[in-house]
């Protein structure tokens, strides 16, 4: 099971400019082939069909733990999304305008799926294109060399499209965003590279850098790299999965520092944004003021306190 925590991964900037395009081109890095519902679904498969768990225990833990941060990223991606879209619809903060009335300013975006189908201006399980994430995308063969080097190569993808993305987006929060997984999935990528060399002997070290990413020069990946996050495993649990260091360890291929499993179990991450009502696509519905005093009579019914016990950035 996964323990979920009211934070995100990483901190990401409150909404600014309205971007529907930019959140487009995003998408393909939540539902595109080599998404991160792609590497959450492939990694979480692989942990749920793994045989001999005991027998090849360090090999499990590492594909579970890098499933369980994958499920993180999932948000991550679907909260820039959802930043970036945050005001596209042109709402009328006096509440005065009809419903829908304001998504005349929205038919050319280049994914209208986002506010009519399901809608909402928020992220969709979609790539670029607006086609549906598939579970043909999911490969998880039962071999073990099989499914390491297949995760070797969609990390490797991955951190294409992600500098891809980086550089057709500049809205502050795809380049936060982006910025923050070509750091973590470089350590995923080392990772299997890593399992991969100290099941077979095949020194995968030698293909470094692969892609030809220059990190040290993207200011928005300066930041976690300082903190060693480009060398870091965590185990996103308080005690399982604790075998991961008998495969993770080593220097990285490129800077040559060691790599080692972090002592805390997750990132300390950042909290979210607490994103504002977009009435005209009903989200949270037509009246939000109508949902906030439902909820505060529920509240008040259950008795607790008259201070929203959940904390946000903003």
């Given at each position: ?7 995100l991964q990483?901190?990401l ?19 595109g082939?080599?998404g991160?519902?792609?590497t959450?679904?492939?990694y979480t ?19 579970a ?7 993180g ?11 970036m879209?945050?005001g ?10 009809g ?38 995308n999911v490969?998880?063969s039962?071999d073990?060399?099989?499914d390491?080097?297949?995760?070797f190569?969609?990390?490797t993808?991955?951190r ?6 980086y550089?057709?987006v500049?809205?502050p929060a795809a ?5 923050y997984?070509l750091?973590?999935?470089?350590v995923h ?17 030698r ?5 030809r990413?220059?990190?040290d020069?993207?200011p ?5 790299i300082?903190?060693g ?15 991961i ?23 300390e991450?950042?909290?979210?944004n607490?994103?504002?009502?977009q ?8 009246d939000p003021?109508?949902?906030r ?7 008040s ?5 008259r ?8």
């Amino acid at each position: 099971m996964i323990l979920r925590l009211d934070r995100l991964q990483t901190e990401l900037p409150p909404p600014s400019n309205p971007d529907p395009n930019g959140a487009a081109a995003v998408q393909e890095l939540l539902g595109g082939k080599f998404g991160e519902m792609s590497t959450f679904m492939n990694y979480t498969y692989q942990s749920f069909n793994f045989r001999n768990r005991q027998g090849a225990r360090p090999f499990y833990d590492l594909i579970a733990s890098i499933a369980a941060e994958e499920f993180g990223h999932i948000e991550l991606v679907s909260t820039a999304i959802n930043t970036m879209l945050t005001g596209t619809a042109d709402n009328d903060p006096t509440g005065r305008r009809g419903p829908g009335d304001g998504l005349a300013g929205v038919r050319d975006a280049r994914n209208t799926h986002h506010y009519l189908a399901p809608g909402g201006a928020g992220a969709v399980v979609q790539d670029s294109m607006g086609h549906p994430w598939t579970g043909d995308n999911v490969f998880s063969s039962g071999d073990l060399i099989e499914d390491l080097t297949h995760n070797f190569f969609l990390e490797t993808g991955a951190r294409s499209g992600k500098l891809r993305v980086y550089e057709m987006v500049e809205h502050p929060a795809a380049r936060a965003l982006t910025g923050y997984l070509l750091v973590r999935g470089g350590v995923h990528q080392v990772a299997y590279a890593r399992a991969l060399e100290n099941l077979t002997g095949a020194n995968l070290m030698r293909l470094f850098p692969s892609p030809r990413i220059p990190t040290d020069r993207i200011p928005e990946c300066q930041p976690h790299i300082r903190r060693g996050e480009h060398l870091k495993l965590y185990r996103f649990s308080p005690s399982d999965f604790l075998e991961i260091g008998a495969v993770f360890n080593g220097p990285h291929p490129e800077t040559g520092e060691d790599l080692f499993v972090a002592e805390e179990t997750h990132p300390e991450g950042a909290l979210a944004n607490d994103l504002p009502p977009q009435p005209s696509v009903f989200a949270p519905g037509p009246d939000p003021a109508e949902v906030r005093e439902i909820a505060d009579k529920l509240r008040s019914a259950a008795g607790l306190p008259r201070k929203v016990t959940g904390d946000v950035a903003n």
